[in-house]
Nanobody, 129 residues
């Protein structure tokens, strides 16, 4: 089975930055989409960003566009989320998730929770003074 591990969360002041990493293993095929989601207390889990090397699709939520950047790191099957100019509203548990690319589709055009079968354990991000 696919195994995902997030790291890099912590406590940061408003306006600060954090870099989250997602390391994956157990992939059985080429072409996976990796999504970042977050969930705050009392709120639904929402997509933050998504990138697919298989089909080239890319997604950012409107609330993070211009502040967050998703990228592939040098290590294989490792994806990072650079978060700049953090706000208290960004406080949440952040999860990475993976799903195989389906031929002829853009997996990150509309990332939803139900689309992703494999999930990490989550990492807490707290933005507070």
């Amino acid at each position: 089975q696919v195994h995902l591990v997030e790291s890099g969360g912590g406590l940061v002041q408003p306006g600060g930055s954090l870099r989250l990493s997602c390391a994956g293993s157990g992939f059985t095929q080429d072409g996976y989409a990796i999504g970042w989601f977050r969930q705050a207390p009392g709120k639904e889990r929402e997509a933050v960003s998504c990138e697919s090397t298989g089909d080239g699709s890319l997604y950012y939520a409107g609330s993070v566009k211009g502040r967050f950047t998703i990228s592939r790191d040098g290590a294989k099957n490792t994806v990072s989320l650079q978060m700049n100019n953090l706000r208290p509203e960004d406080t949440a548990v952040y999860y990475c998730a993976a799903t195989p690319v389906v031929a002829g589709t853009f997996m990150c055009a509309n990332p939803t929770v139900r689309l992703f079968a494999s999930w990490g354990q989550g990492t807490q991000v707290t933005v507070s003074s």
